[in-house]
Structure formats: structure tokens, C-alpha cells
């Protein structure tokens, strides 16, 4: 006799009986559900899974699509699948690297032995169109790390074999493809047809990999010319090869080796000479009286400011530093959201003319008071603090709104520098699996809310989305307005952080929606080899999440 599991449906709160060993996708056909873009995986007792995945136990589901991070994230690693397969197709032995987030889309580094051509592009785009209309099935199947290791070393992957290698993991999931086999640490699609939109394009000495707009799955992302933000990721793999790490598996036999101290005094030697070189330019620039430093949220922006003080005063100026936080509007005056809550990350939440006037007052030689804002009452205040310019004084003003034009739009262009920071993660787990850039920034808040806030994990990870959709708006379409770009990251900064990351996730408990994203990060954490954080000099920007800083905050 047939056995039969109940599974309950989030989607359309209704409870299902299926035959015990059902897959996902077998489960959806017997549900009477219209998504247009999916399904193209699945919450499983919030725990993100494949639609291969088969169930044996009462489970509670919840269907995703391409709305969702977790669905765009299996549609886009379906998709360097099949970038991957058609590229060896047609030039076998070639290596593939995943890379650069860029363009609103990934730039693809593809090695042939000589330079790649537009024919190449194109010829790759056909091939990739002609396994997707194909309809193949992409199957997953679980090995012992050994035989998986070996598998991947006869083909020449051995940035895959030494993550394996290093992940201290009995068995291992893979997937293949019409005979290409490839290792992904996320879901994937179960069939090639399921891609329904995809671009591929000659961009700089490689390809540019476009994919659907999560807000709009329908179109592919708005192409976005992204150059500074491209250099800024090559000048940080220059950086990689001085210290011999490209991938997660490099980073864990360096700490094995003994190397972590080494890495650590070369990494934080080339940050610092990188702010050097911003301040330098800076002191050459004639006239500069103001610093303008914005960046994303936890991507470091106050240490920025910190080390950039320091080092504008090496070069005989006397930066004072303003926040612009001091210039909220009164609560009653700030926007509000679609929702009706007041949106403290808008433009003009902020007093946008004040902050113009006070800073023309400074550069015409006149003195201003300073307000401050009172954020318990909601209120700007003056703060009783005078200003006035001398001689060789230069502002330096950080906040997320630093690079957009209109929150300086009456005060002389010549006057002003701009600078970039953010937490651009170019360290890869291996060549196919990128680490996203929002991933390192999310778990610095997690650590930072936890340490200096109180806020749990869950409620840190429940926000984040909000935190995300107000940095879409209002910072990273002016990225590019930026003078100098500096990468906050450190190339062995997962290792530190992960140690005070874990407990924080594990305390989000599978209950709660936020549970999916929590065992996630876990899951990617377990990759990393820890490094002990008492390696860490205390004017490491790192310090201003992890505690123990020499700057005071």
C-alpha cells in the first residue's frame, strides 16, 4: 500500500497528501499554482532546497521564484552551469572563472591561451541557447569528498579540489549535465528549459554574463557601465596574486601552513598604502576643503574616515570630521515608505539646504554652529559647537548619501573629493562559485548589531532586505560619481569574523522565516578555516565590528 505524507503549503496555506519520496517538482504539479517566474526552488521547513529534493517526513513548504534572492541565486548558478558546459564544449581544456559582480551582471574570466574575441562571445551565447532549448535535465548526486575530489582533478579543476579538500566533509553533492559535471554549494535548476532569459557579452578582455532583473524577471538587468568599480576588483586580484590567493581553498592551506599572520600584515600593509595614495592625491589637489566618503551599510565608511584623517594629516592638513546624521530633518518632516514608515534612508530625510548654506559659510571664511541631532527625541538641535575654516582645515563629512550631486548641489565642484567605500569581496570558493559582496557586509552587521545595538541575528537578517532596496535607490547609482574607490575587504576577513558570526546564526531558530538565510551563511561559513581574531591590529578596519579598536567611535 502506498504510504502518504501531509505537506503543508504556505502558498496557499492548504495541507497536500503525496506519496512518500516526492519530489518538490512532483509536489507543485499536484498543486493548483500560477508562478510565472518559477518555481525554481523551495522553502523546506525554511530551509532553501532544490526541486530535486525528495520528501520523506511531513514537511511545511513554501515555493519560490525569481522575486526571491534564494530563486535568482539557483537560476543564476544554473546558469554558469551552462556557461561552464558550453565554454569546455567549445574549447576544451579552457578554464572558467565566475568573477567580478559587475554591470548587473558577472564578468566571466575565460582563459583559451590567447585573447578572447567577440566571435567567441557570440559563439559561447549559441551554444549556451541551444543546450537551454534542449530541455536537459540536470541531475544531482552524492559522492564521498574523495571520489568527488578525484573526479574533478582528472579535469584539471583544482580550485574545486582544494575546497574540497579543505571542508572536512565525509560526502559531497554534484550535479551533471549531459555528461559536464561541476560542483555548486547552492540549488540548481532541474532543467536547462527552465532558463528562459539570459545576455552574454564581450566586456573588457572577457564576458559579460547577464541575468534577469529580480524586481522584473521578465527583462534582464539594466546594463550599467560600472568601469571604476571594475578596476577597483582588478587592483584587488593584483593584490591577490602578490599574496598567492585566488579562492577559499588557497585561503585554507595558507592558515594551515601557519601563514594566517603573514596574510594579515600583507593585507592590512596594502589597505593602508591604498588610503595613503587616496590621501596623497587629495593633498596634490589644489583648493579640495571638503571630503565627501559614502558606502553601502557595514562596508567600514568610519574607520575609512578614521585612517583617512590620519593620513591627510601626514600630508600637513587638519581634517575635521562631520557626520552628516546631524543633519536629519525632524522626525515629523522625514519621508515616509510605501508602507507609511518613516524612511530614514531617503535624500531628504536629510536638511539638504542647511547643509549647503553652513558649508559655503565655511568656504567663504565665515563661522557656522554645528547642529546635532537628538535621535531619542527626533529633533535637530544646535549643539553649541563653532566652526571656522583655517588655512590648511578640510572637512571630512561621511554618510550614505555622500556622492549623490544633489546634497551638494550649490557648493563648487572644485572643492569637493569624493570617495567610494565598500566591502567588495573578490575571493572566490572556487572558480564557479563566486562569494557575494552582500554576504561580507551582512555578516559584519550581524556581528556589529549583536556587539553595539543588542539586535539579534534574526531581526539583523529580517531588516536587511529594507537596508538593501534603500542602497539600490540611493547609493549605488551614484558609485561611479566617486573620485578614488577603496575596497573595504579583507582577503582573510571571513576566517576572523567567522568565529563570532556562527554563534549569532545559530541562535536563529528554524521557526522563523529568517532561519533560511541564517543556515545559508552557515552553511558557506563551514567552508572557511578559522583565524584566531587576537591576530587582528587594533587599527584594522575590521575593529569597528569586531570590538578592540584604537579609534574611538
Partial sequence: MEQLINIRCKNNKKTLKVSIGSTLSEIFSQLDLQMEHGPVSAKVNNKVEGMHYRVYKQKDIEFLDLHSSSGIRAYTRTLFFILCKAAHELYPGCKVAIDIPVSNGYFVDLDLGRSVTPDDVSAIRQRMQKIIDAKMPIHRY???TEE??????????????????????????????????DYYYGTLLINTGDIHLFGLEFYYDGLLLRIPSQENPSQLGTFIRQDKMFEIFKEHHRWQDVLGLRTIGDLNKAITNGLSSKLIQISEALQEKKIARIADEIAQRKGIKIVLIAGPSSSGKTTTCKRLSVQLAVNGLYPIGISLDDYFLDRDLTPRDENGDYDFEHLHSLNIPLLNE????????????????????????WSGKKLKLEGNEILVIEGIHALNPELTSEIPENQIYRVYASALTTILLDNHN????TDNRLLRRIIRDHKYRGVTAQETIRRWASVRRGENRWIFPFQENADAMFNTAMLFELAVIKRQAEPLLEQVTENCEEYAEAYRLLKFLRYIKPIPEDQIPPTSLLREFLGGSSFEY
Fill in 148 to 181: 568527488a575530489m578525484e573526479m574533478f582533478r582528472e579535469v584539471g579543476s583544482i580550485s574545486k579540489v582544494n575546497l574540497l579538500e579543505s571542508s572536512g566533509r565525509l560526502y559531497t553533492t554534484y550535479y551533471d549535465l549531459d555528461g559536464y559535471k
Fill in 142 to 144: 552524492e559522492a564521498t
Fill in 434 to 437: 563566486y562569494i557575494p559582496t
Fill in 358 to 381: 553652513q558649508m559655503n559659510a565655511l568656504l567663504q571664511g565665515e563661522e557656522v554652529e554645528l547642529p546635532r541631532y537628538n535621535f531619542q527625541k527626533g529633533k535637530s538641535e
